[in-house]
């Protein structure tokens, strides 16, 4: 297995359970506790750990959000608290989360040792989401905490080198959306308004891009040897079949 192939296959399963973190019943539940909407508590949560920015500022680093819906969440979560706050609130979740349903895995220190060093040999240049919280200090020791704060830094460092090959190819976040497989439907979860762009000269270059994306995530993996590669995984399909049951 390559560095490219384990960043292409491991996607998937990182956003399945970061996925499985932010739609958790208990993290909505808390988040509520912050007196904000759910879309203003996700753009702010995602985007606070970049500090008191204006909202195009958090456009550009998300990349794949319409402007007029991250200007709207971002603003309405400024009027009560502060982003850095919201970030330090989901962070303090995260590691909640992460001890509660992955402490118990197995292999946990082993999972724990692969992503921590591939999340940390990763370049943060260009991708100021993930260099911003990578560099937020995680509250919480216990393995199946830094386990989930791994997995969320491999997760947010797909994001953003997405955006970048993406960019790369010429296309605009709304055309890649529109490529992919959710559509028209991911352009409305994403605040995208028609007309929409047709599909089909679009979806030769949003390949392209993928097979981008997947070199730029690679080069992180490549501080483990083909043998840790596949047993990351391994071990990352191995959570996600004992969180969904």
Known sequence: MTPEQAAATAKPGLAELIGAFAESPQTLRRARLLGLSGWAYHVSARAGALGEVRAETVTAAIGFIAPDAVAEGWEAAAKTTDPMDVAAWHLHELCRW?????????R??????????????????ALPLFAAWRAMPVPNSAPGAQVAVNLHLLHEHRLGVQVLAVRASGLTPLEAIIAGPEG?????????????????????????????????????????????????????????????R
């Open 184 to 244: 028209e439907t991911g352009a409305v979860a994403f605040g995208w308004q028609p007309p929409y762009p047709q599909v089909g000269p679009i979806v030769r270059r949003l390949m392209w891009a993928e097979s981008v994306a997947d070199a730029m995530a690679g080069r992180a993996y490549a501080e483990l040897d083909r043998a840790e590669r596949i047993e990351l995984v391994g071990l990352l399909d191995s959570l996600r079949g004992t969180l969904r």
């Open 108 to 125: 946990v220190g082993r999972l724990l040792d692969l992503t921590k060093r591939v999340a940390y040999a990763a370049d943060g240049a």
């Open 98 to 106: 992460g001890e509660e349903r992955i402490g118990d895995f197995p």
